[in-house]
């Protein structure tokens, strides 16, 4: 009996202390138990590059860079519609299209992709052939940054962004938290953290964080001995609330908000209201933390080969100094910021 259950338990936990140190490639993602060695810390994680953000103006920094090209889903809602998508259903239907990648079996697709192209060449039809190409190309791609190089969740780049905050039992609030990845990564490292995740999108909590993995593994610390410890998605104390940031009625009462790729989509009339939900919920003292998809050559590339999964809403790549400043100017200070794999990241207080 206590062997079936330390087996079943090995099935839906399958890493445990004796694992730090590992990296295991799964069919639809990487886990990471590593902690960053000195080498790999200066490869992918560059931190405090601004020395004093009050010396830096929009003529300097430039302004972001908006993504123009949109999902096929989109254009076409809007034709039948005759109007452009209000962004709850543009959240809506990004949050389905991003989650069924997620789930992919990655090499098993990969393989029926190449089968499909090569049956498109068949029938000399250009239209199927860059199709059936598009797809291949879009799978290879997800391949490489999501499941081979982690970027989309990259947990040494987040870890290294929210470590040393010295706060015991956090309350943490997740704006727009979908799967609600790194307030887990956040929870795991600030031990008996209390976590609130908020989305608008019910299928967020109802599917998104419902679904993700039990198994997957993140990094923290026991807070009896200090070591690092493996904690899952069970293990953490979290509450998920479907409604609109802006009907929130929480006091000042947590330790951390965080967000995750939401600054980015709101043009610049509206980025004082986004900073100011950071700064609402925010207890004397708190953190805020924030992360942004990067201005790089290869994140354009990135969003316009997956325009079709990803673009259903208003969505800027920026720098650093771009996204600190945003923060700066409406009244934050930066304590930290820098830019990790594929995203920059903040961690700010109100002045
Ligand atoms: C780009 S996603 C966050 C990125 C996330 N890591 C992912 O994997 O999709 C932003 C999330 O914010 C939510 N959101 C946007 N505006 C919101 C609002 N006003 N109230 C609540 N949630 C909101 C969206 O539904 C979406 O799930």
């Known amino acids: 009996m206590l062997q079936e259950k330390s087996r079943a338990q090995n099935h839906t936990k399958p890493y445990s202390e004796q694992h730090i140190g590992t990296t295991h490639l799964h069919r639809q993602y990487r886990t990471d138990l590593r902690q960053l060695s000195e080498k790999d810390y200066n490869k992918f994680v560059t931190l405090n590059t601004v020395r004093d953000w009050s010396q830096l103006s929009w003529s300097n920094v430039g302004k972001p860079y908006e993504v123009e090209a949109s999902a096929k889903e989109r254009l076409e809602w809007e034709a039948t519609n005759s109007r452009d998508m209000d962004p709850h259903t543009s ?13 992919k079996d990655v090499p098993k697709e990969i393989g029926n992709s190449k089968h499909h192209f090569l049956k498109s060449l068949r029938t000399f039809k250009p239209a199927e052939v860059k199709q059936a190409l598009g797809e291949v190309i879009q799978l290879q791609l997800w391949n490489y940054i999501h499941r081979v190089q982690d970027g989309i969740w990259d947990p040494r780049g987040k870890r290294a962004l929210f470590e040393g905050l010295h706060l015991t039992r956090p309350r943490i609030l997740f704006l727009g938290a979908a799967e609600g990845y790194e307030a887990m990564q956040l929870g795991a490292m600030y031990p008996g953290a209390e976590i609130v995740m908020v989305d608008y999108d019910e299928y967020c909590k109802t599917t998104r964080f419902k679904d993700f993995p039990d198994s997957y593994p993140f990094l923290g610390e026991n807070p009896r001995t200090g070591h690092p410890a493996v904690y899952y998605k069970d293990d953490l104390n979290i509450e998920y609330v479907v409604e609109d940031i802006r009907n929130l009625d929480f006091n000042k009462e947590f330790d951390i908000v965080l967000s995750v790729g939401l600054l980015e989509h709101f043009p610049d009339e509206y980025k004082h209201e986004v900073a100011d939900w950071h700064r609402r919920f925010l207890k004397p003292g708190g953190y805020a ?4 998809p990067r201005n790089q050559v290869r994140s354009r590339l990135y969003y316009r080969i997956m325009a079709d999964v ?19 100017e409406n009244g934050f200070d930066i304590l930290r910021h820098g830019y990790i794999k594929v995203h920059n990241g903040l961690v700010c207080q109100p002045r």
């Open 91 to 103: 959240w809506t239907l990004f949050n389905k299209s991003f989650h069924e990648w997620f789930i």
């Open 289 to 292: 933390i924030m992360t942004t």
């Open 310 to 328: 990803m673009n259903h809403t208003y969505r800027e790549l920026m720098t650093v100094e771009q996204m600190g400043l945003y923060m700066y």
